[in-house]
């Protein structure tokens, strides 16, 4: 079992920066890749990044790269979304999720086996 509490969101003007944080509980946390997803209001859940259990790799959607940046530590359980530039259209729910094993598969939300309650991120205009 594998419990994930995120945090780090708010609101930012369009242009602006916000880190998110993902803490895990458990001490099986490397053993899981650790994907980030958003979620607007009316809107079907949307990939945004991920990373393996190791870090050494991660995977983005094309809207956010070269924006948004994920790593994990994983002696602290908790695996970050650094986003820059942000837009308004950005504004949603921002939530992580812990999918077992290996990053393939990352940008589909069944994969995971667990999920946080989520972020408010709003981006103003």
């Known amino acids: 079992q594998v419990q994930l509490v995120e945090s780090g969101g708010g609101l930012v003007q369009a242009g602006g920066s916000l880190r998110l944080s993902c803490a895990a509980s458990?001490?099986?946390?490397?053993?899981?890749?650790m994907g980030w997803f958003r979620q607007a209001p009316g809107k079907e859940r949307e990939f945004v990044a991920a990373?393996?259990?190791?870090?050494?790799?991660?995977y983005y959607a094309d809207s956010v790269k070269g924006r948004f940046t994920t790593s994990r530590d994983n002696a602290k359980n908790t695996v970050y979304l650094q986003m820059n530039n942000l837009k308004p259209e950005e504004t949603a729910v921002y939530s992580c999720?812990?999918?077992?094993?290996?990053?393939?598969?990352?940008?589909?939300?069944?994969?995971?086996?667990?999920w946080g309650q989520g972020t408010q991120v709003t981006v103003s205009s």
């Open positions: 990373i393996s259990r190791s870090g050494d790799s991660t």
């Open positions: 999720a812990a999918k077992p094993a290996v990053l393939g598969g990352a940008p589909v939300s069944h994969n995971y086996d667990y």
């Open positions: 458990g001490r099986t946390f490397s053993r899981y890749a």
